[in-house]
């Protein structure tokens, strides 16, 4: 992705609408106003996905369910949860005690392999110098999320932090973005989302939200037809879209 400018700032801070035009492939648009970015965390903030797909396999197969990992991953961006209660409804007698199985099956890949996206920092400490609030809202338990995000060294950025387990309903539900939205003290509307997944995209949308997708996960067409602004392959991509509100 460019951007018409022939170059930003030296402070980097939030392009002006009247003099930037972004282009992703074949369209343009004028990026995107805002007064808070909220995270996903696995596929967004740190690599994770896979990592955390390949987790439910051990433990699922210990007990006699033949598993593969896309069995597992067509539960992207919904809880673990969800994962157990899927399986319970197909007849499973699954424990709650699973979940922290396969939490531990988790920390012991992830202590090795997890790692933050090329360019995160970068983009994190933009918004913080354009005084843009940030938060963490995760399907994923609250000790999973500070784990990861400890893990990669980025914990300072988010001083709010929201999980599934704190809500009625997780994602496709609004439910999580507006608990982070709440907490930051930004109107809904005036909040931006940072997604991989559809169930993420969905409730961003569903919260008034504007969502722009990653496509760590998913390929652009799929994302924007769940209902992103506008997505992107790698961060470097994501500042210029970027507009501070007010």
């Not at 801070?13 to 648009?29: K, M």
């Not at 760590?216 to 799929?222: A, G, L, M, Q």
Request: hydrophobic fraction near 45%.
């Amino acid at each position: 992705m460019v951007s018409t400018k022939l170059s930003l700032p030296k402070t980097r801070l939030l392009p002006t609408i009247a003099t930037t035009l972004v282009s992703n492939g074949d369209r343009f648009f004028v990026p995107i106003m805002t007064d808070a970015v909220i995270w996903d965390c696995d596929g967004v903030l740190v690599d994770s996905e896979k990592l955390s797909c390949s987790a439910w396999l051990p433990v699922l197969r210990r007990r006699g369910i033949e598993v593969d990992l896309a069995d597992i991953e067509v539960f992207i961006g919904r809880s673990d949860q969800a994962v157990l209660d899927h399986y319970r409804q197909a007849g499973y007698p699954l424990a709650d005690e699973i979940l922290l199985e396969r939490e531990q099956e988790y920390y012991t890949t992830a202590r090795e392999r997890l790692t933050s996206f090329a360019g995160l920092r970068e983009v994190l400490d933009d918004l913080c110098l354009a005084d843009v609030p940030v938060a963490v809202a995760s399907s994923g338990g609250m000790d999973r999320i500070r784990f990861s995000i400890e893990l990669v060294g980025i914990t300072r950025y988010f001083s709010v932090i929201c999980s599934a387990s704190e809500v009625a309903k997780g994602k496709p539900a609004p439910d999580l973005f507006l608990l982070a939205a709440a907490r930051l003290g930004v109107a809904p509307t005036d909040c931006t989302v940072i997604e991989d997944s559809i169930p993420g995209v969905e409730a961003a949308i569903a919260a008034g939200m504007t969502a722009i997708g990653f496509t760590s996960t998913h390929p652009r067409e799929v994302l924007e037809s769940a209902g992103a602004e506008v997505t992107f392959d790698t961060y470097s991509e994501l500042w210029p879209m970027l507009e501070k509100k007010n």
